[in-house]
């Protein structure tokens, strides 16, 4: 069944505003990479429009459903002035809450020595226990696409990680402290939930990322590519992700990532509750 064609509004910087709630736009410097991004986007169908929120909206688009890649207030006001129908979306706190990185810290397993602190102190005794790899990976409560990471080599002396610390934890929203692994296999499980909570499942996905964890490319997995025991971590984590969402009261797009590493398996390193670059694929079923 065909459905009508929307405008959509790919505000891929949405973390940021979630982070620093208020009025805010894409540096200068991020407008490129997000105009590349907007380009190898599959989400848009082939009557749909992009929304170039800096450029005059065209008078043919009033009336059109809205869509945005996360329905942040920046995301609604541009489609409202654009004269388009608003979709239904949570609420700001709800996306906030929702894409926390803390929404799913103590609900599954994670690497060894993993924790997510809020004080210089937890920081500190956390890496004080040594990494298993001798790596340490710091995720702000908000990093996206690669941005918001640091990486510190035990024994390093870096006063640029001091630095970066001290400015992540300031913001009094926590950071997220774990062993820097070789991934083997990045993956992604795409989904979506209604406001009744009912739950639509995609196909799971291999992601191709840069060295910096940032995407590059989204294929249907093949058949055999999780073992059985991958498999049931899974399912289970997807379990959890649903449960967590449904808690804060969020509906609509999500994604799941998880990744092989030369130690195990991490069946949830992120959750993305907006759309992302794999979802099409997935929710497709290829």
């Given at each position: 069944?065909?459905?009508e064609?929307?405008?959509?509004?790919?505000?891929?910087?949405a973390?940021?505003e979630?982070a620093?709630?208020g009025?805010?736009?894409?540096?200068?410097?991020?407008?490129?990479?997000?105009?590349?991004?907007?380009?190898?986007?599959?989400l848009l169908?082939?009557?749909?429009?992009?929304l170039?929120?800096?450029?005059?909206?065209?008078p043919t688009?009033?009336?059109m459903?809205?869509?945005?890649?996360?329905?942040?207030?920046r995301?609604?006001?541009?489609?409202?002035?654009?004269?388009?129908?608003?979709?239904a979306?949570?609420?700001?706190?709800?996306?906030?809450?929702?894409?926390?990185?803390?929404?799913?810290?103590?609900?599954?397993?994670s690497l060894?020595g993993a924790?997510?602190?809020?004080?210089?102190?937890?920081y500190?005794?956390?890496?004080a226990?040594?990494?298993i790899?001798?790596?340490?990976?710091?995720k702000?409560?908000y990093?996206?696409n690669?941005r918001?990471r640091?990486?510190w080599?035990?024994g390093?002396?870096?006063?640029?990680?001091?630095?970066w610390?001290?400015?992540?934890?300031?913001?009094?929203?926590?950071?997220?402290?774990e062993?820097e692994?070789?991934r083997?296999?990045d993956?992604?499980?795409?989904?979506e939930?209604?406001?009744?909570?009912?739950v639509?499942?995609g196909?799971?996905?291999?992601q191709?990322?840069?060295?910096f964890?940032a995407?590059a490319?989204?294929?249907?997995?093949p058949?055999?590519?999780?073992?059985e025991a991958?498999?049931r971590?899974l399912?289970?984590?997807?379990?959890?992700?649903?449960?967590?969402?449904?808690?804060?009261?969020?509906?609509?797009?999500?994604g799941?990532d998880?990744y092989?590493?030369?130690?195990?398996?991490v069946?949830?390193?992120d959750v993305?509750?907006?759309?992302?670059?794999?979802w099409?694929?997935?929710?497709?079923?290829?």
């Open positions: 069944m065909s459905r064609p929307r405008l959509w509004v790919l505000n891929f910087d973390e940021d979630l620093r709630p009025a805010m736009t894409p540096s200068p410097t991020l407008r490129p990479r997000f105009a590349q991004l907007a380009a190898r986007t599959t169908a082939p009557n749909d429009h992009r170039d929120e800096f450029a005059p909206a065209e688009w009033r009336g459903a809205g869509a945005a890649w996360c329905p942040t207030p995301a609604l006001r541009a489609l409202s002035r654009a004269g388009a129908r608003l979709p979306a949570p609420t700001a706190d709800v996306l906030r809450a929702a894409n926390h990185r803390r929404l799913m810290n103590g609900r599954l397993e060894p924790r997510y602190v809020h004080t210089r102190a937890e500190e005794e956390t890496v226990r040594a990494s790899t001798g790596s340490w990976l710091l702000r409560a990093s996206y690669g918001g640091c990486r080599r035990e390093a002396d870096d006063r640029h990680v001091a630095r610390v001290d400015a992540a934890l300031a913001t009094g929203e926590g950071l997220q402290v062993p692994v070789p083997t296999l993956l992604g499980l795409h989904g939930i209604t406001r009744a909570g009912e639509q499942r196909t799971l996905t291999v191709r990322v840069d060295a964890g995407w490319a989204t294929e249907i997995s058949p055999g590519t999780l073992t991958e498999t971590l399912e289970d984590a997807l379990r959890e992700v649903v449960t967590a969402l449904r808690d804060v009261g969020y509906f609509g797009p999500f799941v998880a092989r590493w030369t130690g195990g398996f069946p949830c390193c993305n509750a907006r759309y992302t670059m794999g099409a694929v997935g929710m497709s079923g290829g």
